[in-house]
Every structure is written in C-alpha cells, then in structure tokens.
C-alpha cells in the first residue's frame, strides 16, 4: 500500500477554485447580464470591458495556441472554447507536483448589445487574447450624452 504525502497547498489551491467556482455560479445566477460559467475543467480568467463603439474582452490562455481556441459570436453572446493539453513528452506520472489546469474550457459572455461579427477582430500574443467586438449600432458613450444634455 502506498501512502500520498499530504500537501496543504494543493488542498488549498483546490479548495479556493471550488469557492470561486460557487461563488461565480452563485452571482451570476442572480444577474442575467453575467452567465454561469460553461462546463469544463478549468476556467481561463478573462476582463471585459465596453467601449463607445464595442467591447473588449482579453482572455488570458497560457500556454495555448490560437489553433487550441474556438471563438464564435452568436447576437451578444460571445463564446469562447478550448482546450490545454499536456506535454506530448511528459507522462502526467512523472510529475512531482501538478498544480496548473488542463483539459476542455468553455466560457459564454452576454453583451449588451448586439455585435457585428464580420468585424470581430482578434490578437492572440504571449498567452493573452484580446478579442475587439465592435457594435452593430455603437451608441454614444455616457460622458458624450452628458455633454450633449441628453442623459
């Protein structure tokens, strides 16, 4: 019989996704402009962020290439899918410690307005995706209604 050393801090990395797990589908099932997080086994950490003329989302994807990545805009809805493999030269029982995720992802964004998708443009560069989303109708920003005494 063999015994696992136990390691205090793989329990409490595994712990502490499983709470921000609960925690996202928790709040975002109490707002329908943030959807629950998709099935997978891991979830890459993204901002996103809107701008007068679109939204900007930037997805951090170590270790990935854009062929590991699916992209599709449906309305305002963005979804992102993939999915990080280990090494080809690596065997996972010649590991000592583990502690990064692999496997499939999957991540659904609801926008606020509808965006052009013929004019999505994406950069992927040092594990970073940055996905432009502009609008089908841009509409003024807050700041530009205020000066115009519209807001």
């Not at 943030?34 to 679109?54: K, M, N």
């Amino acid at each position: 019989m063999t015994t696992r050393r136990w390691d205090p801090l793989r329990d409490l990395l595994t712990l502490q996704e499983r709470m921000n797990r609960l925690f996202e589908d928790t709040l975002s099932s109490a707002s329908r402009t943030a959807p629950p997080l998709d099935s997978g086994s891991w979830v890459p950490l993204a901002d996103v962020y809107e701008t007068a003329e679109g939204f900007v989302v930037q997805v951090d994807l170590p270790g990935l290439k854009d062929d590991d990545v699916e992209v599709h805009v449906e309305g305002d809805r963005l979804v992102l899918r993939g999915q990080r493999r280990l090494s080809e030269t690596t065997r996972p029982d010649n590991y000592y410690r583990m502690e990064r995720s692999y496997g499939p992802f999957s991540r659904t964004f609801i926008l606020t307005s509808d965006v052009d998708p013929d004019r999505v443009s994406a950069n992927f560069k040092d594990g970073l995706l940055r996905l432009d989303l502009p609008k089908t109708r841009p509409r003024p920003s807050w700041r530009d209604r205020t000066e115009r005494g519209e807001a």
